[in-house]
Nanobody
Framework: VQLQASGGGLVQAGGSLRLSCAASGSFYAINVMGWYRQAPGKQRELVADISSGGSKNYADSVKGRFTISRDNAKKAVYLQMNSLKPEDTAVYYC???????????????WGQGTLVTVSS
């Protein structure tokens, strides 16, 4: 299973970016898909995640500004980030909880990370 993330970059405060992440490989199903971020000197934190059924969960710091979505047919997850703030600067990682076979436990996979820099 591979996760390929894209869409990071440099943006001014108040601007917008859209992150994309697509899963590839052989597997039975994808459960939760999500985005995490890690700022310099800080621990990785959950930004938002979305279940296969569409239930969404957001960190308090991004509620009302970020929107997570997924396309199950494309095995992809997206993060629309609006009203960006300098404190949103971080490396953003996509994560997928993948069921490799219909039996057995699901496993977490991570994308390579994409840098988002918000200038003030």
């Amino acid at each position: 299973v591979q996760l390929q993330a894209s869409g990071g970059g440099l943006v001014q405060a108040g601007g917008s970016l859209r992150l994309s992440c697509a899963a590839s490989g052989s597997f039975y199903a994808i459960n939760v898909m999500g985005w995490y971020r890690q700022a310099p000197g800080k621990q990785r934190e959950l930004v938002a995640d979305i279940s296969s059924g569409g239930s969404k969960n957001y960190a308090d710091s991004v509620k009302g500004r970020f929107t997570i979505s997924r396309d199950n047919a494309k095995k992809a997850v997206y993060l629309q980030m609006n009203s960006l703030k300098p404190e949103d600067t971080a490396v953003y990682y996509c994560n997928s909880n993948v069921q490799l076979r219909f039996w057995g436990s699901p496993q977490d996979y991570w994308g390579q990370g994409t840098l988002v820099t918000v200038s003030s």
